[in-house]
């Protein structure tokens, strides 16, 4: 069967992918950006495709051409610089399914979420549950999954949250303690999706995909914490109001580029549970899925692993550290340690007519890089000038006054810390 799976280098659609893939089917992925995933997933074919820009069923039609069945992975947690619920969930989504039902599309699996419903808490669940109402009104074979919180050996959003509490090494803050939620494995969503794909599944019908069990996050986290070989630690029962400001401050990011998980829409989502009704889908499929305690036990954690969680939340300390030294390197140029700049440039022979325009730019430079940073899209590109603009001070700055490398403070010096730091904000700068 030639497939599409859309979202597919995603933490559930890069499983089903590779799944598929396996199972021999011919498979294509599509994403906004798919030239890592190219070289990722060598095995699939891919197609560029941004639902920001396919909102009508005609924009679709010309991508679907000679596919059997279409498995749509593609999900975002809330509206930000680079998403749109309400566009993505819904606008863009059920103009796929009406492309689907024009190219007679044979089967269309879609990943939705469990707690979808139009009076759910957030957006999310809300429109979610629109793109479920439009599928099933749909006169063609379709099935839609709905998966609790989905554990991989891949980590991303929630459950990179989830390692990177589990990794702090004092206590171990847990806010919404008392959540309840359902987990499952990623593997075992592939299975289903690729089970949704044969002649015997059932079609037309709604599944929740998960393991019955119910845990509380508190459970998740301090198991998480044990697997990954880290001493036990207290578990602290974060405020809701300091959670409340902390999803605050994630939301803003958000409107920079930054997917955190610790948005107020996952806070509402964990605070209104996670739980399901699995039972039909155990029964239809004759998936047995795996325990909470059996996806831990099956994939031993590694030293990436506990990397991971230890560097998780070092990640945004590192990137606001950064933008904060050079704003401050602008500003203290400018204001307080003028007097101390003009005279270094006068010792490094510059005139006084260049030297009050280059302290300007060069203050202006730093200032404006520092806030450069704090832009997602742009952060990659910023550290690499960063380290550029470093290297370039770094030498003018030794041809012109050398004797400053012996100066007890240690202006020169300072610098390769700096350098160190910013090539290691660029190493784990990769969300996924």
């Known amino acids: 069967m030639r497939v599409l799976v859309t979202g597919a280098y995603g933490l559930i659609g890069a499983a089903c992918l590779a799944r598929l893939h396996r199972d021999g089917h011919e498979v294509t992925g599509s994403g906004r950006a798919i030239a890592q995933a190219e070289r990722r997933a060598?095995?699939?074919?891919?197609?560029?495709?941004?639902?920001?820009?396919?909102?009508?069923?005609?924009?679709?039609?010309?991508?679907?051409?000679?596919?059997?069945?279409?498995?749509?992975?593609?999900?975002?947690?809330?509206?930000?610089?680079?998403?749109?619920?309400?566009?993505?969930?819904?606008?863009?989504?059920?103009?796929?399914?009406?492309?689907?039902?024009?190219?007679?599309?044979?089967?269309?699996?879609?990943?939705?979420?469990?707690?979808?419903?139009?009076?759910?808490?957030?957006?999310?669940?809300?429109?979610?549950?629109?793109?479920?109402?439009?599928?099933?009104?749909?006169?063609?074979?379709?099935?839609?999954?709905?998966?609790?919180?989905?554990?991989?050996?891949?980590?991303?959003?929630?459950?990179?949250?989830?390692?990177?509490?589990?990794?702090?090494?004092?206590?171990?803050?847990?806010?919404?303690?008392?959540?309840?939620?359902?987990?499952?494995?990623?593997?075992?969503?592939?299975?289903?999706?690729?089970?949704?794909?044969?002649?015997?599944?059932?079609?037309?019908?709604?599944?929740?995909?998960?393991?019955?069990?119910?845990?509380?996050?508190?459970?998740?986290?301090?198991?998480?914490?044990?697997?990954?070989?880290?001493?036990?630690?207290?578990?602290?029962?974060?405020?809701?109001?300091?959670?409340?400001?902390?999803?605050?401050?994630?939301?803003?990011?958000?409107?920079?580029?930054w997917r955190s998980p610790a948005r107020s829409t996952a806070v509402r989502q964990l605070a209104a549970g996670v739980v399901g009704?699995?039972?039909?889908?155990?029964?239809?499929?004759?998936?047995?899925?795996?325990?909470?305690?059996?996806?831990?036990?099956?994939?031993?954690?590694?030293?990436?692993?506990?990397w991971f969680a230890r560097l998780f939340l070092f990640k945004p300390v590192a990137i606001g550290g950064l933008a904060l030294f050079w704003i401050l390197t602008g500003m203290i140029t400018l204001g307080p340690g003028r007097a101390a700049a003009m005279g270094h440039l006068a010792a490094a022979g510059f005139p006084p007519k260049l030297a009050g325009p280059t302290l300007v730019l060069g203050a202006l430079f730093d200032y404006f890089l520092g806030l450069a940073l704090l832009v997602r899209p742009a952060a990659r590109y910023v550290l690499y000038a960063m380290l550029v603009g470093t290297g370039f001070y770094l030498l003018i700055g030794t041809i012109l006054l050398p004797q400053l490398w012996l100066d007890p403070l240690g202006p020169y010096l300072k610098i390769v810390p700096m350098l160190i730091a910013t090539l290691f904000t660029l190493a784990i700068l990769d969300e996924r």
């Open 42 to 257: 060598p095995y699939a074919k891919w197609i560029a495709a941004d639902y920001r820009k396919l909102t009508l069923a005609g924009d679709w039609l010309p991508l679907l051409e000679g596919f059997d069945a279409v498995v749509n992975c593609v999900g975002v947690l809330q509206d930000g610089m680079r998403d749109d619920v309400q566009r993505i969930h819904v606008a863009a989504t059920s103009a796929l399914f009406a492309a689907c039902e024009r190219a007679g599309v044979k089967r269309v699996v879609h990943i939705s979420a469990i707690g979808a419903s139009r009076s759910a808490p957030t957006a999310f669940a809300r429109s979610k549950a629109e793109a479920e109402d439009d599928l099933s009104r749909r006169p063609i074979d379709w099935v839609i999954l709905r998966p609790g919180l989905v554990l991989a050996p891949a980590v991303y959003g929630g459950t990179a949250m989830l390692r990177g509490l589990a990794g702090l090494p004092f206590v171990t803050p847990v806010l919404e303690a008392d959540a309840r939620l359902q987990v499952v494995s990623v593997e075992d969503v592939a299975a289903a999706v690729s089970h949704s794909l044969t002649p015997e599944a059932r079609v037309r019908v709604k599944w929740d995909v998960a393991h019955p069990q119910v845990l509380t996050l508190t459970t998740v986290v301090t198991a998480i914490r044990d697997w990954l070989g880290f001493r036990k630690r207290p578990v602290w029962r974060v405020p809701r109001g300091l959670g409340t400001a902390v999803a605050g401050l994630a939301d803003l990011l958000g409107y920079l580029g």
């Open 277 to 306: 009704a699995p039972a039909p889908w155990i029964a239809a499929s004759g998936i047995e899925p795996k325990s909470f305690e059996t996806i831990l036990a099956q994939q031993p954690s590694s030293v990436a692993d506990r």
